[in-house]
């Protein structure tokens, strides 16, 4: 069994709408091309997702490629940045640097990265539960990031960010080999640094 985390990829975002609810770009929606282009796709038992709108309309591309339900769980959310809501990019990128070097704090208001990282493990170890067979996560880049961090047993550390919107890595869920490193769906580059946002 293999758990395969995968990021959206790009949105389309809108200040007046909640973050939760932004949904793909066309840019977003043509990269899903590269998702089920995936060898592993085929073999998935099961397809777990975030229930933020875009997590959600990955999630169903993969299950309509594959004849598998979503099942949606909330605790694969993005953490949750509700005390500030929309940030202009610069700000929001100082306020996620501290998210994520001062892990045990609420950093103006936000979630703090360890309980983030709680929620989306256990979150995960429910996803495979049962499930007999490869299991694809649609979650965020942040908390797809703790994910990372806590399967390779090291602290939060923003390096070990994601490359872009849309990527994905791959793990044995018994003992963590084969971890890491994220690998962005159609192989384009990216700024790790602006992705955590969105």
Same mark, same amino acid.
């Given at each position: 069994?293999?758990? #395969?985390?995968?990021? #959206?990829?790009?949105?389309?975002?809108?200040?007046?709408?909640?973050?939760?609810?932004?949904?793909?770009?066309?840019?977003?929606?043509?990269?899903?091309?590269?998702?089920?282009?995936?060898?592993?796709?085929?073999?998935?038992?099961?397809?777990?997702?975030?229930?933020?709108?875009?997590?959600?309309?990955?999630?169903?591309?993969?299950?309509?490629?594959?004849?598998?339900?979503?099942?949606?769980?909330?605790?694969?959310?993005?953490?949750?940045?509700?005390?500030? =809501?929309?940030?202009?990019?610069?700000?929001?990128?100082?306020?996620?640097?501290?998210?994520?070097?001062?892990?045990?704090?609420?950093?103006?208001?936000?979630?703090?990265?360890?309980?983030?990282?709680?929620?989306?493990?256990?979150?995960?170890?429910?996803?495979?539960?049962?499930?007999?067979?490869?299991?694809?996560?649609?979650? #965020?880049?942040?908390? =797809?990031?703790?994910?990372?961090?806590?399967?390779?047993?090291?602290?939060?550390?923003?390096?070990?960010?994601?490359?872009?919107?849309?990527?994905?890595?791959?793990?044995?869920?018994?003992?963590?080999?084969?971890?890491?490193?994220?690998?962005?769906?159609?192989?384009? =580059? =990216?700024?790790?640094?602006?992705?955590?946002?969105?």
């Amino acid at each position: 069994m293999r758990v #395969h985390v995968v990021t #959206h990829p790009e949105v389309r975002v809108d200040p007046g709408v909640p973050v939760p609810e932004w949904g793909l770009s066309d840019a977003g929606r043509a990269r899903l091309a590269h998702l089920l282009a995936l060898p592993w796709v085929p073999l998935l038992t099961r397809v777990v997702s975030s229930a933020e709108r875009k997590a959600r309309e990955t999630a169903a591309a993969l299950a309509g490629a594959t004849g598998l339900p979503v099942t949606v769980d909330p605790d694969l959310g993005e953490n949750d940045r509700s005390a500030t =809501g929309f940030l202009p990019p610069a700000e929001f990128e100082a306020t996620a640097e501290a998210f994520f070097a001062r892990p045990t704090e609420s950093v103006r208001g936000w979630e703090r990265a360890v309980d983030a990282q709680a929620r989306v493990v256990a979150a995960v170890a429910r996803a495979v539960t049962g499930a007999g067979g490869d299991v694809a996560v649609v979650c #965020h880049g942040g908390v =797809g990031t703790l994910l990372l961090c806590s399967v390779l047993g090291v602290p939060v550390d923003r390096r070990r960010d994601q490359p872009g919107q849309g990527s994905v890595f791959s793990y044995d869920p018994a003992t963590g080999a084969g971890a890491g490193p994220w690998v962005r769906l159609g192989g384009g =580059g =990216g700024s790790a640094v602006a992705t955590v946002s969105r």
